[in-house]
């Protein structure tokens, strides 16, 4: 039966290609054994936000995996935006107003015959850019906020597979989703062996309490969420007290307010841990300032 793709602009390895013309190798590693890396940004008007570093996590998360990657940041800097203008082009062709645009780079180790050697290897990496229209939030959806659970299953244990490390291997945290909304909830938070609180599947966590806001450190075994430095900086240089401890579950059931930080998501309210509702289920007086100014920084840093 013929599927109706996405509309995308994708470029594979160079090539601008529809989503029907665009295919991956059999033999590539990324599809093998999810051997692969990948990135995530979006734009605001007609740059992608902190794109710099998103590549430089790439060349971060490239030497956490002992993956040589083929093209410099600069080059797949110049791809990306490539890409952006090809979907551009697509809606300008159609007569339609230009949409801010989601893109997902991929980069596999490549492709090569079965058997994890380096040996077996035979092409350099592979890359695959996504570029897709993004629909920000509404008001209602920031007003409704998010509903978590707290997930049994663990968070990647940094001597397994490292959370510094944005593999294409997110198969745990997926489960996690998928089992915290046949529960109910949007989505899960995730703890380490020891039960303190990591982060989301896809996104970092804070609260607030008593006006500070606290969120785990990094080497509870993280991403190093680029949103989650931003707006630890603009709190900071907005007089609020900021701490990265470790603490458990029972922290978010006590807080003032929760929020989550993605690149797609910026500061985000969460309304409901488990069956705890922090604010009476609103978002929190802190979450609405910290997404405000930090709305505002975005505008100043992309000139949108
Ligand atoms: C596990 C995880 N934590 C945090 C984040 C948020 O990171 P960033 O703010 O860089 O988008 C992501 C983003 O995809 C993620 O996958």
New binding site residues.
Partial sequence: MPITLPKAAINLNGEILAPEQAAVNIFDRGFLYGDSLY???RTYGNTFL?LE??LD?LEQSARLCHMTLGQSTAEYRTQIYRTLEALRQDYKKEGKPTPEVYCRIIVTRGIGKIGFGLNCLLSPTQYVIIAQPFDPFTFEQVQTGMKLQVSHRLRNDRRALD?AM?SGN?LN?LLAYLESSSDGFDDALLCDSQGFVT??????IFYVKNNIIVTPPLDVG?????????VLEVAHHNGFETRECRFPKARLYEADEIFM????REVFPVTQVDHIKPGQGFPGKVTVQLRQLFQKQIREWTHS
């Avoid at 982060?199 to 970092?204: A, D, V």
């Avoid at 930080?261 to 797609?264: E, K, P």
């Fill in positions: 990135e995530v940004a902190h570093a998103h996590r959370p944005k997110y945290n982060e989301g599947t896809t996104f970092n993280i991403l190093d969420g680029i949103t989650r430095r931003s930080t993605s690149s797609l």
